[in-house]
């Protein structure tokens, strides 16, 4: 008897503990999310690497838009319509991306996942913390998730589990600026000589 009252009394700190975990977890990507979610706009680096591709470049955020810039392309989010534009072809690609796809082209847009179908727990590091996603949904595409956060809500690292394989995103010099709307739009005046294929 002794022995089923210690378990039941394991199996509950346990489970209080992770309660808690998952709680803190969730408190500190709330303050991430507000923090890159600044209604003025904010821009940072990046350097992606793994299974969504390789490469570096800037991106500015306001809402739910978006402005990436790599040495290959340049794409636009309105948040609804995304405009890409290939520099070696000068082609703009016009699409009407599914939230998948937004996943895989905007950084900060997995910042938002763990709402939902997901179990978090958290990590104290000297710099910050790590919060570790673990879909608890079969059909979500990202199986699990890692993400670094500095002492001022900053996300400075994301890996991602997704198709089997690891991706990579490191993010540095994050600051908070002020753009317009019209800044996450394709402008054709200041692009002549592209050739627009709407893909829609």
Same mark, same amino acid.
């Given at each position: 008897?002794?022995? &089923?009252? &210690?378990?039941? @009394?394991?199996? &509950?700190?346990?489970?209080?503990?992770? +309660?808690?975990?998952?709680? #803190?977890?969730?408190a500190t990507l709330d303050k991430v999310a507000a923090v890159i979610g600044n209604k003025t706009g904010a821009s940072a680096n990046f350097t992606m690497s =793994?299974?969504?591709? *390789?490469?570096?470049?800037?991106?500015? %955020?306001? =809402? =739910?838009?978006?402005? +990436?810039?790599?040495?290959?392309? %340049?794409?636009?989010?309105? =948040?609804?319509?995304?405009?890409?534009?290939?520099?070696?072809?000068?082609?703009? *690609?016009?699409?009407?991306?599914? /939230?998948?796809?937004?996943?895989?082209?905007? $950084?900060?847009?997995? %910042? *938002?996942?763990?709402?939902?179908?997901?179990?978090?727990?958290?990590?104290?590091?000297?710099?910050?913390?790590?919060?570790?996603?673990?879909?608890?949904?079969?059909?979500?595409? @990202?199986?699990?998730?890692?993400?670094?956060?500095?002492?001022?809500? #900053?996300?400075? /690292?994301?890996?991602?589990?997704?198709?089997? +394989?690891?991706?990579?995103?490191?993010?540095? *010099?994050?600051?908070?600026?002020?753009? /317009?709307?019209?800044?996450?739009?394709?402008?054709?005046?200041?692009? $002549?000589? +592209?050739?627009?294929?709407?893909?829609?």
């Amino acid at each position: 008897m002794k022995r &089923l009252y &210690l378990s039941i @009394i394991t199996v &509950l700190i346990c489970c209080t503990i992770s +309660a808690q975990s998952d709680s #803190q977890a969730r408190a500190t990507l709330d303050k991430v999310a507000a923090v890159i979610g600044n209604k003025t706009g904010a821009s940072a680096n990046f350097t992606m690497s =793994g299974k969504i591709g *390789n490469t570096s470049g800037t991106i500015t %955020i306001k =809402g =739910g838009m978006f402005q +990436a810039q790599t040495p290959q392309a %340049i794409m636009w989010y309105d =948040g609804k319509t995304q405009w890409t534009y290939m520099k070696s072809s000068q082609e703009v *690609n016009v699409s009407t991306p599914s /939230e998948t796809q937004q996943q895989s082209m905007n $950084p900060y847009k997995f %910042i *938002n996942i763990y709402k939902s179908g997901y179990k978090l727990s958290q990590k104290t590091l000297s710099s910050g913390w790590e919060i570790h996603l673990e879909a608890t949904d079969e059909k979500l595409s @990202i199986k699990e998730m890692y993400i670094t956060v500095n002492k001022s809500y #900053q996300p400075q /690292e994301i890996r991602i589990l997704r198709s089997g +394989a690891w991706s990579t995103i490191t993010i540095s *010099n994050f600051k908070a600026g002020s753009y /317009e709307d019209s800044f996450f739009r394709f402008n054709s005046k200041d692009y $002549p000589g +592209a050739e627009v294929i709407d893909l829609r």
